[in-house]
């Protein structure tokens, strides 16, 4: 009995996880959160029709990553000043090699999550993963800045704690060899509480 009991409890450890791409259990209040950055991304104007399909049905989903959830609440934890993260911010923007910080970034869980979900995903060129306050949690790709909070794609998708959706302008990016459109949504924990948000490179010309 107990050892059935610990083998359920490890297969749905190993489903929320370790498995690139499991979601949380959806309650009404997240299914409520979702459906309206559902309704958002279909208002928004600055999105095409297949990027607008494409937002919903492969990367909304994600927004309630268990692994991008788990992380995300984690480092929110450390209520990390804004005097730290403006420091972390100016080193990072200044930096002329692979800062210890920015190697983290690059290598931590979710940024693992966030490669293993890019190789299942051609459209997917970059991906980030933010906190509450806009500070990166994991990427695939390095930024050119730690601190996103004062850009549209951490405020519209945080949106203040409600959640929302960011559409960057289309741009053509000549090293991917790609048009490639930012798109950001939020992160979103059990009860529907949005604790951060992350953003998407979608190569548009791919989709």
């Given at each position: 009995?107990?050892?059935?009991l610990w083998?359920?409890?490890?297969?749905?450890?190993?489903?929320?996880?370790?498995?690139?791409?499991?979601?949380?259990?959806?309650?009404?209040?997240?299914?409520?959160?979702?459906?309206?950055?559902?309704?958002?991304?279909?208002?928004?104007?600055?999105?095409?029709?297949?990027?607008?399909?494409?937002?919903?049905?492969?990367?909304?989903?994600?927004?309630?990553?268990?692994?991008?959830?788990?992380?995300?609440?984690?480092?929110?934890?450390?209520?990390m000043?804004?005097?730290?993260?403006?420091?972390?911010?100016?080193?990072?923007?200044?930096?002329?090699?692979?800062?210890?910080i920015?190697?983290?970034?690059?290598?931590?869980?979710?940024?693992?999550?966030?490669?293993?979900?890019?190789?299942?995903?051609?459209?997917?060129?970059?991906?980030?993963?933010?906190?509450?306050?806009?500070?990166?949690?994991?990427?695939?790709?390095?930024?050119?800045?730690?601190w996103?909070?004062d850009?549209?794609?951490?405020t519209?998708?945080?949106n203040?704690?409600?959640?929302?959706?960011?559409a960057?302008?289309?741009?053509f990016?000549?090293?991917?060899n790609?048009?490639?459109?930012?798109?950001?949504?939020?992160?979103?924990?059990?009860?529907?509480?949005?604790?951060?948000?992350?953003?998407?490179?979608?190569?548009?010309?791919?989709?």
């Amino acid at each position: 009995m107990i050892y059935r009991l610990w083998t359920a409890v490890a297969v749905a450890a190993f489903i929320a996880f370790g498995t690139a791409g499991a979601t949380l259990a959806q309650d009404a209040a997240t299914k409520k959160v979702l459906d309206q950055v559902r309704k958002d991304i279909n208002a928004h104007k600055g999105l095409s029709a297949k990027t607008k399909a494409y937002a919903i049905k492969s990367l909304l989903p994600l927004s309630t990553n268990a692994l991008f959830v788990k992380e995300t609440l984690a480092q929110n934890a450390k209520k990390m000043p804004m005097a730290e993260i403006t420091r972390i911010d100016n080193e990072w923007m200044k930096a002329e090699s692979l800062l210890p910080i920015q190697k983290e970034k690059m290598n931590n869980v979710t940024a693992g999550e966030l490669k293993k979900l890019a190789a299942k995903m051609p459209a997917v060129l970059e991906a980030f993963v933010m906190d509450d306050q806009g500070g990166v949690v994991g990427e695939n790709n390095l930024t050119s800045d730690y601190w996103q909070g004062d850009e549209e794609k951490w405020t519209g998708s945080f949106n203040k704690g409600k959640g929302g959706v960011d559409a960057g302008k289309e741009k053509f990016d000549k090293s991917a060899n790609a048009t490639i459109q930012q798109v950001s949504l939020p992160i979103i924990d059990k009860g529907g509480k949005v604790i951060g948000a992350v953003t998407w490179g979608v190569a548009v010309s791919k989709l």
